[in-house]
């Protein structure tokens, strides 16, 4: 049975980060700094391609992609949100970015774009907040764009959760709870990783960093050749 879940609520979320003056998803410019710092990291690493096209699976207001756009990539991001999708083309405009933004379901994307086309393929910290057995449709919809051999970057939040530092968090099963709804996974390190062997790709690097409440993990991997 599919686990009831409320996606299409992001759209409030983002209505209401705009109407208070942030930036986007993670609030403020610093945010969105810090964020970049990481990546240039991480791709200083040599795993991931320093161009081609690229895919942004829940690209919220488009800071990311559009920041992936101004570093030589051919962007497409892809959000279940109006607003969010709105703001990201009025963002890719203001900067003169040239940059494709795609309201849509990251679990329903038939025809949108070519199978085996991407050389990049992002979680926006999306992965997180897809429940139950959506995550494996999420994984599929990331291996059935990638190229043979494409890389995927995943950047989601993961266990353990310290007892009482999250509001509504279940442990039985691992996500946070809003008026009886399942919102975001906090899965196991170990485990996360095996969602995504599973899916068909190879993990090549894995890093975790935990703030007092929870862990994030990046993970860098690419689709197993066919």
């Given at each position: 049975?599919?686990?009831?879940?409320?996606?299409?609520?992001?759209?409030?979320?983002?209505?209401?980060?705009?109407?208070?003056?942030?930036?986007?998803?993670?609030?403020?410019?610093?945010?969105?700094?810090?964020?970049?710092?990481?990546?240039?990291?991480?791709?200083?690493?040599?795993?991931?391609?320093c161009?081609?096209?690229?895919?942004?699976?829940?690209?919220?207001?488009?800071?990311?992609?559009?920041?992936?756009?101004?570093?030589?990539?051919?962007?497409?991001?892809?959000d279940?949100?109006?607003?969010?999708?709105?703001?990201?083309?009025?963002?890719?405009?203001?900067?003169?970015?040239?940059?494709?933004?795609?309201?849509?379901?990251?679990?329903?994307?038939?025809?949108?774009?070519?199978?085996?086309?991407?050389?990049?393929?992002?979680?926006?910290?999306?992965?997180?907040?897809i429940?139950?057995?959506?995550?494996?449709?999420?994984?599929?919809?990331?291996?059935?764009?990638?190229?043979?051999?494409g890389?995927?970057?995943?950047?989601?939040?993961?266990?353990?959760?310290?007892?009482?530092?999250?509001?509504?968090?279940?442990?039985?099963?691992?996500?946070?709870?809003?008026?009886?709804?399942?919102?975001?996974?906090?899965?196991?390190?170990?485990?996360?990783?095996?969602?995504?062997?599973?899916?068909g790709?190879?993990?090549?690097?894995?890093?975790?960093?935990?703030?007092?409440?929870?862990?994030?993990?990046?993970?860098?991997?690419?689709?197993?050749?066919?």
């Open positions: 049975m599919k686990t009831k879940t409320n996606y299409a609520g992001h759209d409030t979320a983002y209505k209401r980060r705009r109407a208070e003056g942030k930036v986007g998803w993670d609030e403020t410019p610093q945010a969105y700094a810090e964020r970049e710092a990481g990546l240039i990291k991480l791709l200083g690493q040599g795993y991931a391609p161009s081609g096209m690229f895919l942004e699976l829940g690209c919220g207001a488009g800071n990311i992609s559009i920041w992936f756009a101004q570093h030589g990539f051919e962007v497409t991001g892809v279940i949100s109006e607003t969010a999708i709105l703001w990201a083309r009025e963002r890719a405009q203001s900067a003169g970015v040239k940059a494709q933004f795609m309201l849509g379901n990251v679990l329903e994307l038939n025809g949108v774009l070519s199978d085996a086309s991407i050389d990049f393929v992002l979680d926006g910290h999306c992965l997180h907040c429940i139950g057995e959506d995550r494996k449709t999420f994984l599929q919809t990331a291996w059935r764009f990638a190229k043979s051999g890389f995927f970057l995943v950047d989601t939040m993961c266990g353990p959760v310290e007892s009482g530092s999250v509001d509504g968090y279940d442990p039985a099963s691992c996500c946070t709870m809003i008026q009886g709804l399942p919102t975001r996974y906090f899965g196991s390190p170990d485990q996360i990783q095996k969602e995504i062997c599973d899916a790709f190879d993990v090549l690097d894995v890093s975790i960093e935990r703030n007092k409440s929870h862990g994030n993990m990046m993970i860098q991997a690419r689709m197993r050749p066919t």
